[in-house]
Nanobody
Framework: QVQLVESGGGSVQAGGSLRLSCTTS????????MGWFRQELGKGREPVAV??????????ADYVKGRFTISPDDDNAKATVYLQMDNLRPDDTATYYC??????????????????WGRGTPVTVSS
């Protein structure tokens, strides 16, 4: 059974930073797009950023570009993807979910292409 284990959520004031981590199996790390999505209470899920660990090229939703950075760990054995979140705003408040979807030439921000999901980690940004 695939496991995606998230950590790093918490509470921070506007303008602050948090780093989320998502650890999975090495098999999934090497063969799947890894992504972060978020969902605010009462709203739909929205994409944040995705990456294929094999090339490290992140793809970002417009509302996080320039503030968030997704990156795979240089140590392949750790099979961990990070989401560095800087200059956080109150509207970034949500539960953040790590997801994995089979890699096929490129990764996209479409949630329906991700078959495996973590349990989520909450992020709260206060003004």
């Amino acid at each position: 059974q695939v496991q995606l284990v998230e950590s790093g959520g918490g509470s921070v004031q506007a303008g602050g930073s948090l780093r989320l981590s998502c650890t999975t199996s090495r098999y999934f790390y090497n063969t799947h797009c890894m992504g972060w999505f978020r969902q605010e209470l009462g709203k739909g899920r929205e994409p944040v950023a995705v990456v294929y660990p094999g090339d490290g090229r992140g793809i970002y939703a417009d509302y996080v570009k320039g503030r968030f950075t997704i990156s795979p760990d240089d140590d392949n054995a750790k099979a961990t993807v990070y989401l560095q979140m800087d200059n956080l705003r109150p509207d970034d408040t949500a539960t953040y979910y790590c997801a994995a979807g089979r890699y096929n030439l490129y990764c996209r921000l479409a949630g329906e292409e991700y078959s495996y999901w973590g349990r989520g980690t909450p992020v709260t940004v206060s003004s």
